[in-house]
Nanobody, 116 residues
Framework: QVQLVESGGGLVQPGGSLRLSCATS?????????VGWSRQAPGKQRELVAT???????RYTDRVKGRFTISRDNEKKTVSLQMNNLQPEDTAVYYC?????????WGQGTQVTVSS
């Protein structure tokens, strides 16, 4: 059974930082496993934030380039998202995602709120 559990969300002031983590089980981390983070703000569609492929290639939405950094640990089967210089528009529920050979898995999400 595949499980993804996010942690690290919370309330932070504008300009602050948070580090999200995603612990996984039941998933093989290999060259063919794509992992990433998405977010969904109230009343908006889910948005893909960042991905890292099996070969280490990272991609980011323009909204977070230069502020967020995604990383993966294949041995520990974890995915992290370092978020710096957070802004109110980053407020959302953040979801960890794993895709392997077309099978897509999601975590339950962790709330990130950026407010003064």
């Amino acid at each position: 059974q595949v499980q993804l559990v996010e942690s690290g969300g919370g309330l932070v002031q504008p300009g602050g930082s948070l580090r999200l983590s995603c612990a996984t089980s039941g998933v093989i981390f290999s060259m063919y496993t794509m992992v990433g983070w998405s977010r969904q703000a109230p009343g908006k569609q889910r948005e893909l934030v960042a991905t890292v492929s099996g070969d280490g290639t990272t991609r980011y939405t323009d909204r977070v380039k230069g502020r967020f950094t995604i990383s993966r640990d294949n041995e520990k089967k974890t995915v992290s998202l370092q978020m710096n210089n957070l802004q109110p528009e980053d407020t959302a529920v953040y979801y960890c995602n794993v895709n392997r050979f077309g099978d897509n898995y999601w975590g339950q999400g962790t709330q990130v709120t950026v407010s003064s």
